[in-house]
């Protein structure tokens, strides 16, 4: 054998080296999070969601444990819809995220006592307007030194519609879409295209704030919104905050290929998921032209941890035995439009359609060893873990399984909601990140301390150069005429 042939011998057969796991927590401004009911579990402290301490203490403990990122979801309205419609009863009595505080309004008290750990921040595009929306977006890029990213949702809740949109009800899931993407083309462009990278000057000598030469009007007219502009703050830290999206109908993995740098979904076995995360990296390259690593996919999660297997599952039993089912049942009918109090205990669900979360729906009433899932069955699994999979076990069992579901589905990360709060985080860092930093599967520390939400993500500072938001920056080595010149090319497109 040749030395030649020998050293590519030796290249093929070594083993593939492991993916770093990215590690987030999953939040919401209300108290019980995925788990309705398991507020009232002995010791749980999530009914003290409406204290800053509460949020302080939980940044700073999961930066302690090097988690990458907290994700805050958010709904604009209740959950109504089971035995309704309009109907918040079981929600109210379960707290069944109801009520729900503004999620941002924390994230710039858990930045400045944090360093490194970001924060991603679910808002969405049914009612407000861009311009008002950048200004708060590009405010909290901005205190907390570019570690802010935005989930975008198109809303899936007819409560929220009602209210936000002068009684009108929730536009169909399309439309939502459709409204959705020329809001984030406006975004793109109040963030990239109206200040040049260099335009906030700041210098005491020419005692020039701003080079007004160096601003300019974006003069957007669409179907749904006209700005002129232009952005009312200077350039931030990274200036477009990270793109998160969370959505896989069909429609939704199309919007993830074309724009998200981060996309979250929903699956409760590893097969599955594969096929979504296969069809939006498919998406992406062939008809965006975009890497197919240029997106990382993230599942939502619930652990219940033990030292063995045996006390794993009494401790489940246990926290189950405190899940609100009638609180579960209210999230299933908001998530999926259906109102399952229709249903009988053990009447199975199957062939319907919604105008909510289509993913959803799917997840829920697809059939499962040959049998579809009845209503009963639905409220027991979602009392404890929500709308993910639930994995019990002890510390070795959970995190095989984890890597599985890395390796089968070719998943990037995991957004670990609680059961309690904060038992089931401090389990997870006291136990189950020390065995996953021992296989080589969570790291030690974070990329680029006290860097931007990107920087720890990607390891870069924009969006990569294959992004439909590259070419609108504005940068530092461009006249207006070229900048406005290439604009007009890339509008023909």
Do not use: C
Not at 63 to 75: N, P, R
Not at 211 to 226: A, C, M, Q, S, Y
């Amino acid at each position: 054998m040749t030395k030649e042939n020998e050293a590519k011998r030796q290249k093929t057969s070594q083993p593939k080296a492991k993916k770093q796991l990215i590690i987030n927590v999953f939040m919401s401004g209300s108290s019980g999070n995925q788990s309705p009911g398991l507020w009232s579990y002995p010791g749980d402290k999530s009914t003290e969601y409406t204290t800053l301490d509460y949020w302080v203490e939980l940044a700073q403990k999961l930066e302690k444990a090097k988690f990458h990122s907290i994700f805050i979801a958010d709904v604009l309205g209740g959950y109504d819809v089971y035995n309704g419609p309009g109907n918040y009863s079981a929600a109210a009595k379960s707290g069944a995220q109801f009520p729900m505080i503004e999620p941002s309004a924390a994230v710039t008290a858990m930045a400045a006592a944090t360093k490194s750990i970001t924060f991603g921040v679910t808002f969405s595009t049914i009612s407000e307007a861009p311009y008002h929306f950048v200004r708060r977006l590009g405010t909290l890029d901005l205190l907390t030194n570019g570690r802010v990213g935005w989930n975008i949702v198109s809303s899936y809740l007819d409560s929220a519609a009602r209210n936000l949109l002068n009684g009108e009800p929730l536009p169909l899931h399309a439309d939502r879409y459709k409204r959705a993407e020329e809001f984030l083309q406006v975004v793109y462009r109040l963030f990239l295209s109206s200040w040049r990278d260099d335009a906030y000057k700041l210098d005491k000598k020419t005692r020039t704030f701003a080079d007004p030469k160096l601003i300019r009007t974006i003069d957007h007219v669409g179907e749904f919104f006209n700005v002129p502009g232009p952005q009312f703050l200077p350039p931030t830290p990274q200036r477009l905050p990270l793109i998160l999206q969370a959505g896989t109908s069909k429609v939704g993995m199309d919007y993830a290929a074309k724009h998200a740098e981060v996309v979250f979904l929903a699956s409760f076995d590893p097969e599955s998921l594969q096929e979504k995360i296969k069809t939006v990296r498919d998406i992406a390259e062939t008809k965006y032209n975009r890497p197919r690593d240029s997106i990382k996919f993230l599942i939502l999660i619930t652990v219940v941890i033990a030292d063995t297997h045996e006390d794993a599952v009494k401790r489940y039993e246990d926290l189950a035995s405190y899940a609100d089912l009638e609180g579960a049942q209210a999230l299933f009918s908001g998530w999926t439009g259906i109102d399952i109090g229709k249903y009988g205990e053990d009447e199975p669900l199957e062939h319907v359609e919604s105008n909510a979360i289509k993913s959803h729906v799917k997840n829920w009433t697809k059939f499962k060893d040959n049998k579809p899932r009845a209503r009963k069955d639905i409220a027991k699994q979602i009392g404890v873990g929500g709308s993910g999979p639930l994995l019990v076990g002890s510390v070795q069992e959970i995190a095989d399984e984890l890597e599985r579901w890395a390796e089968v589905s070719d998943l990037d990360g995991f957004n670990f909601a609680y059961a309690d709060y904060p038992q089931t985080f401090d389990d997870i860092i006291e136990k189950l990140l020390p065995e996953l930093n021992k296989r080589g599967v969570f790291w030690d520390d974070y990329k680029i301390p006290g860097g931007t939400f990107r920087e720890s993500v990607f390891g870069r500072k924009f969006v990569d150069k294959d992004h439909p938001a590259y070419d609108l920056r504005w940068r530092s080595d461009q006249t207006r005429e070229e900048f406005e010149k290439k604009l007009a090319e890339l509008e023909k497109k």
